[in-house]
């Protein structure tokens, strides 16, 4: 058992939530009140004091992502959605009983509704006024696998002659091209016959489906064992809300205009449909509906008239990434439950040459990671789900409109599948990969390019750490890359001889508009500054401009006095500012260390 120490910090913490006591009391640990800055620093030393003292060591943060509903509508504007994903594993399966539920916060119930057990209070899920359906996205993809012929995008990815293609599985059994890449990929030795191939797609989609109607033997009976789960376990892929686009980075005018017209995205695109992703171990990164705008268009003076509602945890499509494919048959065939689409999932709007014809655009892109659950990550452009009408207006299909791009009203495939990337290269001749298990959750910024004379131009990067090195001997995910957002292009790497599994994170220290700074630390104790150029210098010339510093070094064997162990950093430096002085900020980090891959050592 570990001690679980909770804090609520509020300017009214007056009554202890029992969300937070019960967790403290059942594991032994304790619960802290905090009404401001300065009992907010008490209650961190407290904890941080006793995990000294204590033999087992842990700290979890409870993390909450609630955007806001629009304005407009009888709704209160402190409505938020809150997506609370939780787990059950099952023994003898592959696939753990996972699920998301959606609930409203507002001054009514300002916390996950619970009782004094610290059991989620499932009576309080969000029911969505115009279907009547509880915010419960297992069950309403029950629902959705019940239906006489159900209905199910679940898609993959296909790279050839140059590009790459999104494929729905339900294409496999009538082309043979498709299904032959698809083993290849699973890599399984001895090769997949055709027949186990289409049982695995069934077990994946969890609908069945026959490989070759004039062959036998068909497909097993079922897709998946009797009773098996529907919704895979998101163990420790947070899910992610993606709202309607509102950068105000990319909105205002920092002496170089809005970037690109993004004010006029934002306007065509303010009423999109909001969408929750989430990965899960069942080999899928999941997307469910987080609210329509103006769903019932027929009546007004309902409580999200003009307004997005908080949705109802339908699935709109799934995505099966290259990396977690060498897993599916083990998930199909084996007992045993592992990682698949285990990481965290990156989300930004982007100036992209998206489609091919040498225009730039504003885009919104995903960019996923598998954590333990593989050595990849994919990025799918997901800006605009449902074609847009009158005013951008979008229309408001079960689902999305434009899932195959063709609609009139659409702009492309939705999702459109970027690229997906892993790095196979040994550049430093270890016999390894360069690219580790893919813990490290992408920056995305936007770097210069100066232009002179003409206002400076930019580029999109997504950077990241290797990743994590199961074998802790730093053999791979030494270095630490950029890609180009457009195109999955690698723009900078550079090889830090040990594991970065831990995230970054981008800086505009001098609020123009451009990231300048990006921050990272390592599994040896060194936090790492990458410095790119003024828009206004000559040198700025993109990803490759950056000059990297290691500005703090608390390794065992360097710094003053040693460490008797490695001070791993797992976690992403947070930016803090910590003075301003009249013209600018003094920027601080903050992070913590610990060694995130194994969270039951003490010793």
């Not at 090195?469 to 900078?492: H, K, L, M, P």
């Not at 970054?504 to 410095?531: E, W």
């Amino acid at each position: 058992e570990v001690p679980i120490f909770t804090i609520g910090f509020s300017e009214s913490v007056g009554t202890a939530p029992p969300q937070l006591t019960c967790i403290s009391e059942k594991t032994h640990g304790q619960y802290f009140g905090a009404r401001n800055a300065s009992e907010l620093k008490d209650a961190l030393y407290n904890v941080i004091t006793q995990l000294n003292t204590d033999d087992e060591r842990s700290f979890v943060p409870f993390k909450v992502s609630p955007p806001p509903s629009s304005a407009g509508g009888t709704a209160s504007t402190q409505d938020f959605l809150l997506v609370y994903p939780y787990f059950t594993p099952v023994g003898d399966s592959t696939v753990w009983d996972g699920n998301l539920y959606g609930f409203k916060l507002d001054e009514t119930q300002p916390t996950i509704p619970a009782g004094p057990d610290c059991d989620v209070d499932a009576s309080a899920l969000i029911v969505e006024a115009e279907t009547n359906l509880a915010w419960d996205a297992a069950a309403r993809l029950a629902d959705q696998l019940a239906a006489g012929t159900p209905t199910r995008p679940v898609m993959m990815g296909r790279y050839a002659a140059g590009s790459w293609a999104r494929h729905d599985l339900t294409e496999i059994p009538s082309d043979a091209t498709l299904r032959l890449y698809l083993q290849n990929v699973m890599s399984v030795p001895g090769g997949v016959t055709d027949l186990e191939t289409q049982e695995i797609v069934n077990f994946v989609r969890n609908i069945w489906m026959d490989d070759d109607t004039s062959a036998s033997p068909d497909p097993r009976a079922e897709p998946r064992p009797s009773g098996s789960p529907v919704l895979g376990d998101s163990y420790h892929s947070q899910p992610v809300i993606v709202n309607p686009p509102n950068r105000s980075m990319f909105f205002f005018d920092y002496g170089y205009g809005s970037a690109n017209d993004y004010p006029a995205f934002m306007e065509k695109q303010a009423k999109r449909r909001r969408v929750v992703l989430a990965g899960a171990n069942d080999g899928l990164l999941h997307a469910f509906d987080g609210g329509i705008w103006d769903r019932d268009r027929s009546n007004t003076g309902e409580v999200y008239d003009k307004q997005h509602d908080l949705g109802n945890g339908q699935e709109l499509f799934t995505y099966m990434p290259h990396a977690v494919m060498p897993r599916l048959y083990n998930m199909t065939y084996g007992k045993s439950q592992d990682y698949m689409v285990d990481g965290q999932t990156a989300v930004s709007d982007a100036f992209i040459d998206y489609d091919g014809d040498s225009n730039r655009e504003w885009r919104t892109v995903a960019i996923s990671t598998m954590r333990r659950g593989g050595r990849g990550m994919v990025a799918l452009d997901i800006t605009q789900p449902n074609p847009l009408g009158a005013n951008d207006v979008p229309t408001t299909p079960r689902f999305p409109g434009c899932l195959d791009g063709t609609t009139s009203g659409c702009d492309g495939d939705y999702p459109k599948v970027l690229w997906e990337f892993s790095d196979t290269a040994d550049a430093d001749s270890n016999s390894e990969w360069d690219l580790g298990w893919t813990w490290s959750k992408p920056a995305i910024a936007r770097i210069a390019i100066n232009d002179d004379p003409n206002p400076p131009d930019d580029v999109f990067v997504a950077f990241f750490g290797g990743g994590w090195d199961r074998s802790a001997t730093d053999q791979t995910g030494n270095f630490f890359y950029g890609v180009n957002v457009e195109t999955g292009a690698i723009v900078y790497k550079q090889n830090m001889f040990v594991a970065l599994p831990g995230s970054p994170t981008a800086l505009d220290s001098d609020i123009d508009g451009f990231h300048d700074r990006i921050y990272f630390a390592d599994s040896d104790g060194s936090v790492h500054r990458l410095q790119f150029p003024s828009p206004d210098s000559s040198a700025a010339t993109g990803a490759d401009a950056g000059t990297l510093t290691r500005i703090f070094d608390f390794r065992s064997t360097f710094a003053d006095g040693g460490f008797p162990d490695r001070q791993q950093f797992f976690t992403r430096p947070v930016m803090v500012p910590a003075l301003f002085g009249g013209s600018g900020y003094t920027w601080a980090l903050a992070l913590g260390s610990g060694d995130r891959a194994n969270v039951d050592r003490y010793d």
